[in-house]
């Protein structure tokens, strides 16, 4: 903690200030520039008209009212002024005040270099350039402050981040550790007990891990931890987003943003979000309990994953230590031939489960909400999943506690079992059995076509509540919402 501290503290200092006149005009035509003309230039003409010839700060231009059009005294003033700063720079002082502001007006956070051919030895100044970057992620990570990038090129890294990573300030700011390319940087810790990545209590935050294949194939721990690693309780990370990872090969689960069984106390995360991942073959030692996303981090999201062939469960939200999970998003997401459920919800209170195409699980359930035997769930808004081709039961759950579920215009085909069966729901316009025309069901592409009459239009209007399908069309189109994951388009 005092490493990030520090850090921070140095950061702080080395920033350059934004609070001069010319840093806020930068910023104002640098607005411009991007097409926020009308706004810009009220706050440019705000600017100069009410600040007149004193100095001014942040401060007093926070409490500065916007006037406005008002007088063409102002007007030519505002204007003079941008014609001069843009042509010449006057009024800035000497060169290395304009030096200055010019760092001010284009550089955010900056980014650093990691690459096999790299070197360790280079200062942090010079793996700010990409042909020189330090060689190992460890080196790379202590050149970061919160809200700079770390970019690392392809190639396999035995290495394991733990803790390490300093921490953003908002989504904008946010501390990035990022693959140069998709998903061709590998981080594959070589021992037993290193994580891909360890993210430890609540002042980790606002961090972003893009594009970066974690393999654990000589690990027996997670690819990605969110942990509470205080006793007493320091809480858990928030606002950490995993985007476009790539997730293979654990022994045991493959993400967990859950408390530690062993720690006495319990305080969930909050706002994680999983987006774009590809969570694939974990799972080795095929535990029950070792789900590939294990969660009980509260309005949290899994968004646009692929969850395949892994020893479990594929999505499992689950209490843990006497936490519950709360608002759980979890849409348009690919899960398939996983050897337990595609998604079991226990103990949850509010999600939204929507859009996802769930398809070949050799389970007694593809989708549990609330058993007996796990714990119940209330609020769950269950809508457009296509949920096909697996062996057992479409969904299910019986615990007596379920309340508040509902369940409408999912479609289940082709399952062993295509009934709907939960305990304190309300469900409409599902299509519980039957056939349906897909575009390809041997390549499992469980689109619709025209032909899909029994799901074309049939579906409840949810006013809104579903307004894309998991390709991202509009929903509704044709004359009314068609059942399952995917909307039907209909040639012009
Ligand atoms: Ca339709």
Redesign the pocket.
């Known amino acids: 903690m005092d490493f990030k501290i520090t850090r921070a503290f140095t950061r702080l200092r080395r920033k350059p200030r934004l609070s001069s006149r010319g840093g806020m005009l930068m910023g104002v035509l640098r607005s411009l520039g991007e097409g926020g003309h009308a706004s810009s230039l009220r706050s440019l003409v705000g600017y100069f008209g009410g600040v007149g010839s004193a100095d001014s700060t942040e401060e007093t231009k926070g409490t500065t009212a916007v006037k406005p059009w008002s007088s063409t005294t102002e007007w030519c003033r505002c204007l003079l002024m941008v014609v001069c700063i843009v042509l010449s720079g006057c009024g800035a002082g000497d060169g290395s005040d304009r030096a200055s502001l010019a760092e001010s007006s284009v550089s955010s956070s900056p980014t650093y270099f990691v690459g096999r051919a790299g070197d360790d030895s280079r200062t942090c100044q010079q793996a700010r350039q990409a042909a020189t970057p330090k060689r190992t992620l460890a080196s790379g990570v202590r050149c970061l402050a919160g809200g700079d990038t770390l970019v690392i090129d392809d190639g396999t890294y035995e290495e394991s981040i733990d803790d390490t990573i300093p921490s953003g300030t908002s989504w904008d700011t946010a501390t990035v550790i990022r693959a140069g390319n998709h998903r061709k940087a590998v981080i594959k810790p070589s021992a037993s007990g290193l994580y891909g990545f360890n993210l430890v209590d609540a002042d980790t935050h606002f961090i972003i891990i893009k594009d970066i294949v974690i393999d654990m194939i000589n690990s027996s721990v997670q690819c990605v931890r969110l942990i509470n690693g205080g006793t007493p309780a320091r809480g858990f990370p928030h606002h950490v987003r995993l985007e476009g990872i790539e997730c293979t090969n654990t022994l045991g689960s493959a993400i967990t943003w859950n408390n530690d069984s062993q720690l006495v106390s319990h305080v969930q995360g909050r706002e994680n979000e999983l987006v774009n991942c590809w969570l694939h073959h974990n799972g080795r030692r095929g535990d029950f309990l070792d789900s590939a996303v294990y969660w009980n981090s509260r309005d949290s999201v899994v968004r646009d994953c692929q969850i395949n062939n892994n020893g479990a469960t594929g999505i499992a939200l689950f209490t843990s230590a006497g936490g519950t999970p709360t608002g759980a998003t979890i849409e348009h997401n690919l899960i398939h031939d996983n050897a337990f459920y595609a998604i079991q919800a226990t103990v949850t209170q509010g999600a939204t489960i929507r859009n996802n195409v769930i398809y070949s699980h050799p389970y007694i359930r593809a989708v549990e909400l609330g058993s007996l035997s796990a714990g119940p769930v209330q609020e769950i808004q269950f809508y457009h999943n296509t949920i096909v081709d697996n062996s057992g039961v479409c969904v299910f759950g019986n615990h007596p506690e379920n309340s508040s579920i509902v369940i409408k215009n999912n479609i289940c085909a082709g399952n062993g079992n295509n009934t709907i069966a939960i305990t304190g729901s309300t469900k409409s316009n599902n299509l519980e059995g039957g056939l349906v025309a897909f575009a390809d069901r041997p390549a499992r592409n469980y689109r619709l076509t025209a032909n899909s009459t029994a799901a074309?239009?049939t579906?409840a209007d949810l006013g809104g509540a579903v307004p894309l399908d998991a390709d991202g069309e509009k929903?509704?189109?044709?004359?009314?919402?068609?059942l399952g994951a995917y909307?039907?388009v209909?040639q012009q």
């Open positions: 074309l239009d579906g929903r509704v189109q044709g004359t009314g919402p068609d909307e039907f209909p």
